[in-house]
């Protein structure tokens, strides 16, 4: 059953296990040793040409590519959903390159990769998340000159994001941000939780899980350590607040309690962004 | 120099400069007798080399304004961006009393350091409302910049606290949230002067304050910044071209040529009689 396609590739070529070479691997997981030991910093690597392109989760891939094992099993998700178009690409390509074992299930799974959310179920120890990072800089919008964003994370100083935030309450009454929620981080950096949206931020404060953020087009990742302080900046007088839904439940699992995703039409309709956890709910 | 522990600044003196220089170029001691008032140059002809300021000596007590005063290039800007940390200075030392007692030269200190001091000690009145404020910002968000850099973190406190700084500047409180760069050129001066408050720093320095802004308008922030002098016990240095700025805000004053210092006195007498060739130019010049 020889195809045209098989007759260009030519004869099959070994391909390393999980697609990088071993030398590409070992930066990679230098670089996420030292975003371990200083969470919230921005470690620079060498982000690799990937069979995919840049800002449709190559920085979270190689992540994946350079931790996963022979023992591990994989979940990945694009904005909750196992089988988002993204989701289904990337999760192949680990899998055919290591062989090992796929679910949509968080709680088998070892490696979670995703765009735009956590899983609801909660995760544990035995989980690392990993998360695809448009813009890994918190300050981006806020300075432009790149030696002075060095200087304002190495000093710590942070007052024109909190001026920032001062003049987005000014001006729209409320702070308006809403995914990639500026965080302060272990009480020293503040990092982009992008692109997770704000109802999945207090997740991260002393979750007992490893979450592994990589940006390939920026070529930066940076992590957040189980059980580290995780705070979104927010004045004393006006409490963070997670996106409300005003009541609304899921159409398919009448779940309140879940991040939940409005589809657009004439008569608006609300479901769980974690399909995975509607699909389960349901069948129960 | 320190041959004691002991403080060498005195209760007296919030600011004590010792020898401040600033080289640009190698230099040595032939360029500093090459240039000067009497060779009409601060660049040494044979280097190239120039000495921008030398051998600056100067006090300034709690609730003193201090001038300095020359032409363009003489060396008095220069003096003020080394005080404040916006330029690094080539020799000499900058005590203020409001760190550590004194005892530290703040010209030896990191410049993480020199700009932390800048957050509640020492604030610095540019003549360009553009190095002072972020003109996209509004003029309560850049009163809250300094804030949030001290610690302050409940909105309605900030909200307060930069009200009560406009209404103090006589900025319209209707305008506070306002960007600052659709303010008039008056206005964006006092949001400046107004956020360079914002922490009560002892030590406020003033660069060519309202120049640039025309007479009447000019005038009004004089008074302003004169009604503040005189309520908050700051130690000021005002550096200025125009004699009618110094006589207005200060006691005393050091007229700076070529980069050197030719005279030092109360500004009254400096005024009435001044006794470099180059102070009786200038004084001449003003009041003609």
Redesign the interface.
Known sequence: MSSTVDEIAGPPQSVPFALLDEESKREIRRALLQAVCIPGFQVPFGSREMPVARGWGSGGLQISLAIVGVNDTIKVIDQGDDEGVNAVNLRRLITSSTGIEETSETDEATIVQSRHRIPEDAMTSDHILVLQVPVPEPLRGIERNMKELERMH??G?Y??M??SL??D???NGVITQTTGYPCLVAQRYVMATTPIPRWDIPRLHQAEFLTLFGAGREKRVYAIPPFTDVEPLT????PFEVEASNGAKCRLCGSEETFLVETPGSESRWSCSDTAWCRRKRTK | MTMTKSPIITPQAAIRVRGLSKFFGPIDEGAIARTGPEFGTARDPLSGSIVAAWDVNFDVAAGEALGIVGESGSGKSTVLRCIAGDQPSSAGSVHLMCHDEGRTNVLDLSPAARRKLRIDQLSVVYQDPAEGLSLGVTAGGNIADPLTAAGWRNFEAIRVRARDLLDRTEVPLDRMDDIVRNFSGGMRQRVQIARALANNPPIVLLDEPTTGLDASIASGVLDLIRGLLEELDLAVVVVSHDFGVIEMLTQRCIVMQHGRVVEDALTDQLLEDPQHPYSQKLVTAARS
């Not at chain 1, 004045?235 to 006006?238: L, R, S």
């Open positions: 190495a000093e100083d007052s024109k909190w001026v001062y003049e309450k000014v001006r004045f004393e007088d006006v």
